[in-house]
């Protein structure tokens, strides 16, 4: 008898370690989720993201439901990052939140014209997409450092923009065409993640004035 119950014992350790196993492994898994989902919002232009604010909400809600329910079986190291992701998305609600910018129609022309070379850029022809995203990062590049918050949200709407009539001429653009746009706008988001660096450490030392 004694050595039944032992048995059971054995047994009913090895199932719960196997449930505390297999429970770490999903937490982990709703965090690699999570992970590129931000990853790939990062990359988009504020404009996009406040077009799409409603949407951008859910999803958040949806890949951090079982995260909230289970942080506990993270490892440190992932509870130190999900807290980083959770801090970063906070950013976006606020901004998100209140009332949207409203850009100048005069002035966005201007921007248009500085950063893509025309203020019609949902009728960009395919051949003309490359070097509209090659003169918005020689601008970017060149003035990014001068610019203050309200001229990023001008950059950024262009760049919506762009990546909007982008996706209409998917299936026109040439190979060549669609990797040097895909590595302009990696550099574009690395330019904007700067920038909220900046910001965010410019923030930190007024209020420790």
């Known amino acids: 008898m004694d050595k039944l119950i032992r ?10 370690t196997v449930e505390g196993a297999q429970a770490q492994t999903k937490v982990e ?11 790939r919002r990062s990359a988009q232009a504020d404009s996009t993201i406040r077009q799409e604010w409603p949407n951008v909400k859910q999803e958040y809600r949806e890949l951090t439901y079982g995260l909230n329910q289970n942080s506990q ?6 509870r130190k990052e999900y807290d980083e992701m959770k801090h970063r998305y906070k950013g976006w609600e606020e901004r998100n939140e209140s009332e949207a910018v409203d850009l100048d129609g005069e002035e966005l022309e201007r921007w248009e014209r500085q950063l893509a070379g025309t ?14 995203y090659v003169q918005l990062l020689e601008q ?3 003035r990014r ?4 918050l309200r001229d990023w949200e001008y950059a950024e ?8 009539r982008r996706n209409e001429l998917q299936d026109q653009l040439s190979s060549g065409d669609k990797i040097k746009i895909a590595a302009l706008q990696v550099e574009f988001a690395s330019l904007k993640k700067g920038r909220e660096a900046r910001e965010a450490y410019e923030t930190m030392r007024e209020k420790n004035r």
């Open 140 to 142: 970017t590049r060149e």
């Open 145 to 148: 450092r001068e610019w203050s």
């Open 29 to 39: 898994q709703d965090l690699a989720e999570l992970r590129t989902w931000m990853q």
């Open 73 to 78: 079986k993270l490892s440190e190291s992932s």
């Open 157 to 164: 709407f262009v760049y919506g923009e762009l990546n909007n």
């Open 119 to 132: 203020t019609h850029i949902s009728r960009l022809k395919p051949v003309k997409m490359r070097d509209a």
């Open 7 to 16: 048995w059971i014992l054995v047994l009913l350790l090895a199932a719960v």
